[in-house]
């Protein structure tokens, strides 16, 4: 199992950008690929992205290109994830999450981080 | 990309009950489908993955069947704590996606 820590709540303008983190646990970090997930207030949840943290390749859900960056820190285990031009619609619980045990699925998840975007 | 269609989108049964949840994928996705519980404040946690295999430590009343398609999950007699939502999710491939959540409520 493998424990992820997200940084805490953010509140920010219309127009401004947000980077939330995961840490992971152990010595673990090289070993899994790690996922961005949201969900809206009252929503289902959406997948975001996909990080390789051994070499930092990235893929992104098409509707986030261009918008979404995620990168990763190996000398501290950390993730990032940064979503720029923020708008009310991206008030959200955002989530990383991994597959652990290599079935395809997310089996580890962050406790969620909250962004609010609020004039 | 592959669109995940729940249903019911929400669900009342009783302690006891048994219960069945239904997910279609818009094409074949094998066995990459995974189910996944949420409880209100908390993050998802895994049922289910590879269609039918029970994550460890998850009550053998839960299950999963299906493939291609259509796949359901079954809790077979509910107690208190499985009243929540449930989200199916498939990975066979990128971008990955999920239905829109089944809530299941005490009647």
């Known amino acids: 199992q493998v424990q992820l820590v997200q940084s805490g709540a953010e509140v920010k303008k219309p127009g401004a950008s947000v980077k939330v983190s995961c840490k992971t646990s152990?010595?673990?970090?090289?070993?899994?690929?790690m996922h961005w997930v949201r969900q809206a207030p009252g929503q289902g949840l959406e997948w975001m992205g996909i990080i390789n943290p051994n070499g930092g390749s990235t893929s992104y859900a098409q509707r986030f290109q261009g918008r979404v960056t995620m990168t990763r820190d190996s000398s501290t285990g950390t993730i990032y994830m940064e979503v720029s031009s923020l708008t009310s619609e991206d008030t959200a619980v955002y989530y990383c999450a991994t597959d652990s045990s290599g079935h395809y699925c997310f089996d580890d998840w962050g406790q969620g981080t909250l962004v609010t975007v609020s004039s | 990309d592959i669109q995940m269609t729940q249903s019911p989108s929400s669900l009342s049964a009783s302690v006891g009950d048994r219960v069945t949840i239904t997910c279609r994928a818009s094409q074949s996705i094998s066995s990459y489908l995974n189910w996944y519980q949420q409880k209100p404040g908390k993050a998802p946690k895994l049922l289910i993955y590879?269609?039918?295999s029970l994550q460890s430590g998850v009550p053998s009343r839960f299950s999963g069947s299906g493939s291609g398609t259509e796949f359901t999950l079954t809790i077979s007699s509910l107690l208190a704590e499985d009243f929540a939502t449930y989200f199916c999710?498939?990975?066979?491939?990128?971008?990955?996606?999920f239905g829109q959540g089944t809530k299941l409520e005490i009647k």
């Open positions: 152990g010595n673990t970090f090289n070993t899994y690929y």
């Open positions: 999710q498939q990975s066979d491939s990128i971008p990955y996606s």
């Open positions: 590879a269609a039918s």
